[in-house]
């Protein structure tokens, strides 16, 4: 391994977290270095409230000049889901200047060893996290989620992913050894003697794939991961979420000129309207990491086009629970409906099919028929969002018009349990907010047409009416093994149900949340303890974030030699 120039300041200022999320990995229990409450920001460098909003408001209407070569055009046209137009404009490139001059960054980042890649991987979430309050409005902004999740989850939880995904990065490239003296007995002749380094080597140009609803959250990732490997990373925003992860990028090629190494390591590519760059960029041949989060479609694409490429994807799924019984019924309404609305249902991991048998369920508050069960579930709901500033904080504005169609079309799918309603939103009445819908099917006999079969991404949310718990379970075992699932959840107070369930996800690689009825929910992860997809099933093929995620963005070189 090449020698690292150990005394480098950034070093010394992020070992110590570094050691500690190297630690939490290890233990899976709580821990952040990133506030996750709005009032912790303002001191110490960090903007406040109004800074961060103005300096939100600053970069609207401008030019924003990231200084990479091979610029060819400007493009912008981004129009926040709440109704404002953006109006930014990003840097358009020409990949034959822009990716040669990626490359040549390579060496010297390869040189400067693991230890200093993760320190300036760190130095960049560093001064993200300083500015947590512009990029949450710049999440807020370009993905439609209401303000306080814009801000924890695009802010400090996507920045707990991206550090977690270094931790993992470091450990891998450090299993091995930089050096070893080989030395084999010959018996009476002299031993063989061998002086060996070993060199972790990154693949060459990564490409960052992000998507609308969460840039940060799924983008950070990809990229750090494999940046603190020894990577250069193109990132390839959605064209509805530029900003986020231009902002990131400009982050990253200040803090990179700061310690001495190319900007060129890390470079924007926004897209013309219609232009399908991401195709384009994908069969390159310098790129040999690909993260993407978005349609399956698109997924089954890059995995089978992109063959001269190390391919990670996040696809679609068919989110499940299956509601055998409880013992605490109101946790479980409270709970289910917060899942439902938080962010009108536009999460990867929100629960789409929930299975009750027909018969019904055993609870706390007495046996509770099918009907019963969607009846309170609806109320749940409907109480859950009934006052309109609540609402609106849970549930944001609709992504797309993608989502709306899917919702008005829902009726259509089987019985409507809770119609969706708008709301309009006090600050920017031209967003789009709608309530979740659920609707009844039977489960009886599925056919490969039968709609909760397939993803309905955004509010809409299908009870079915099942034979058994038996009977659920096999459904759910046919739904993660064709369509996937990023979650698993399930309520029962039978210990021999409890083992089904969990031996279906275990057969099936899903994760699972068992009998959730307090504060945390299925369609949360914990970075540096919970795993976000498994790898394991359709619904993706690999997993935020383990040592899989990262140890293939490298290669170890040997260099052997007798001494």
């Not at 070992?15 to 821990?31: F, G």
């Not at 819908?437 to 299908?462: K, M, N, R, W």
Request: some cysteine; charged content about 20%; aromatic content about 6%.
């Amino acid at each position: 391994m090449s020698a690292a120039p150990t005394a480098h300041p950034l070093i010394a200022a992020h070992r110590p977290v570094l050691d500690r999320a190297l630690e939490a990995i290890a233990t899976r229990a709580y821990w952040s270095p990133h506030p996750e409450h709005p009032k912790a920001y303002g001191e110490n460098g960090s903007l406040g409230p109004p800074e961060g909003r103005a300096a939100f408001d600053a970069v609207l209407g401008t030019r924003l000049d990231l200084d990479q070569p091979g610029t060819d055009d400007w493009v912008g046209g981004e129009t926040s889901p709440y109704g404002p137009a953006l109006d930014v404009s990003y840097p358009h490139p020409d990949p034959d200047v822009l990716v040669p001059a990626m490359r040549s960054a390579l060496p010297a980042w390869r040189a400067a060893g693991p230890e200093l890649r993760a320190a300036v991987c760190l130095e960049v979430l560093a001064r993200i996290n300083a500015r947590t309050h512009e990029f949450a409005h710049a999440v807020m902004h370009t993905s439609g989620q209401a303000f306080l999740m814009a801000f924890q989850a695009g802010g400090p939880h996507a920045q707990d992913r991206g550090l977690e995904a270094v931790a993992y990065a470091y450990a891998e490239q450090v299993r091995t050894p930089g050096s070893a003296e080989w030395t084999k007995p010959q018996g009476k002749r002299e031993p063989l003697t061998l002086a060996k380094r070993f060199t972790p080597v990154g693949r060459g140009v990564a490409l960052v794939i992000g998507c609308n609803t969460f840039p940060t959250w799924n983008g950070y990732p990809g990229l750090f991961a494999s940046l603190a490997t020894g990577n250069a990373v193109l990132v390839k925003p959605h064209p509805r979420a530029v900003l986020p992860l231009a902002l990131t990028v400009q982050v990253a090629r200040e803090v990179l000129a700061d310690a001495g190494f190319d900007p060129n390591l890390v470079a924007l590519a926004a897209e013309r309207p219609g232009e399908g760059l991401a195709k384009t960029l994908a069969l390159r041949p310098e790129v040999r990491i690909i993260d993407y989060t978005g349609s399956t479609e698109f997924g089954d694409w890059l995995e089978a086009h992109a063959r001269q490429a190390q391919v990670y994807t996040e696809k679609a799924g068919v989110n499940t629970v299956v509601i055998d019984s409880t013992d605490d019924y109101r946790g479980m309404l409270s709970n289910l409906a917060f899942s439902l609305s938080l962010y009108s249902g536009q999460m990867c991991t929100t629960p789409q099919n929930l299975l009750i048998p027909r018969e019904g369920i055993s609870t706390d508050a007495g046996p509770k028929t099918y009907a019963e069960v969607v009846a309170d579930l609806s109320a749940a709901v409907d109480g859950l969002l009934g006052d309109d500033a609540r609402a609106n904080a849970l549930l944001g504005a609709l992504v797309n018009p993608a989502v709306r169609a899917r919702l008005e079309a829902a009726p259509e799918l089987g019985e409507v349990a809770l119609a969706s309603r708008a709301l309009t939103h006090p600050e920017y009445p031209d967003a789009v907010v709608r309530t979740p819908s659920i609707v009844t099917l039977d489960g009886g006999e599925p056919d490969d047409g039968a709609a909760y079969l397939s993803e309905c991404f955004g509010p809409v949310s299908f009870v079915v009416a099942t034979d058994s718990t038996a009977a659920s379970l096999e459904l759910l075992r046919r739904t993660v093994r064709e369509k996937g699932a990023m979650t698993v959840g399930a309520y029962t107070t039978s210990p021999e149900v409890a083992r089904d369930v969990e031996e279906v996800c275990l057969e099936e690689s899903a994760q699972l949340s068992l009998n959730l009825t307090g504060g945390v929910y299925v369609n949360q992860t914990a970075a540096f303890s919970d795993f976000h997809g498994s790898g394991g099933n359709p619904a993706a093929n690999a997993a935020l974030c383990d040592g899989a995620f990262v140890a293939n963005r490298f290669r170890v070189v040997e260099v052997r030699g007798t001494v």
